[in-house]
T-cell receptor
Framework: EAGVAQSPRYKIIEKRQSVAFWCNPISGHATLYWYQQILGQGPKLLIQFQNNGVVDDSQLPKDRFSAERLKGVDSTLKIQPAKLEDSAVYLC??????????FGQGTRLTVV | GENVEQHPSTLSVQEGDSAVIKCTYSDSASNYFPWYKQELGKRPQLIIDIRSNVGEKKDQRIAVTLNKTAKHFSLHITETQPEDSAVYFCAASRRGGAGGTSYGKLTFGQGTILTVHP
């Protein structure tokens, strides 16, 4: 079974610029999550989708972060404008009903 | 919301020794407790999980115990090997019922860097 695909793997941008990350979940997985993992910390949930609807975005900094999953499959996470403290690995995960969450390799963002 | 505390932050053992990592959680409604292993630059991978209706679960050299009353759970690795070296994360979630969604909506601990010396 193919895993969760994310791109790009690495991204370096200057503060105040915008950036977008892409995620393709495992086929058939209705639930998709975006996590932010700051160096030395555990992942923190940013947003959860069920098909193309948002289930939980309570920890998403909505003044600068946005996410969508228009067709209930792929998802994009955008940051605009980026701040230095946004430097982190952004992990996408997906799950199917009562199964565990499977994580992608992540996108490592460096804001300079 | 849920808060998960994990200890120790670093753990160094000799090959063949046992390693124990402990976590506590705050939300008594949490009912699913997975453990993830993350090697440097790689994705977190599930190594074992336990649900709240079970007190202990074992898979070869890895075991997890859960004490619902005290709200803590632990990972035990026996006969450690150098390839066990990684960062280990505990997590908690609430599946089902009011406010519960799925096993992937996780609150993670801070992580434990395990180093197994040959």
């Amino acid at each position: 079974e193919a895993g969760v695909a994310q791109s790009p793997r690495y991204k370096i941008i200057e503060k105040r610029q915008s950036v977008a990350f892409w995620c393709n979940p495992i086929s058939g997985h209705a639930t998709l999550y975006w996590y932010q993992q700051i160096l030395g910390q555990g992942p923190k949930l940013l947003i959860q989708f069920q098909n193309n609807g948002v289930v939980d975005d309570s920890q998403l900094p909505k003044d600068r972060f946005s996410a969508e999953r228009l067709k209930g499959v792929d998802s994009t996470l955008k940051i605009q404008p980026a701040k230095l403290e946004d430097s982190a690995v952004y992990l996408c995960a997906s799950s199917f009903q009562n199964t565990e969450a499977f994580f992608g390799q992540g996108t490592r963002l460096t804001v300079v | 919301g849920e808060n998960v505390e994990q200890h120790p932050s670093t753990l160094s053992v000799q090959e063949g020794d046992s390693a124990v990592i402990k976590c506590t959680y705050s939300d008594s409604a949490s009912n699913y407790f997975p453990w993830y292993k993350q090697e440097l630059g790689k994705r977190p991978q599930l190594i074992i999980d336990i649900r709240s209706n079970v007190g202990e679960k074992k898979d070869q050299r890895i075991a997890v115990t859960l004490n619902k009353t005290a709200k803590h759970f632990s990972l035990h690795i026996t006969e450690t090997q150098p390839e066990d070296s990684a960062v280990y994360f505990c997590a908690a979630s609430r599946r089902g019922g009011a406010g519960g969604t799925s096993y992937g909506k996780l609150t993670f601990g801070q992580g434990t860097i395990l180093t197994v010396h040959p």
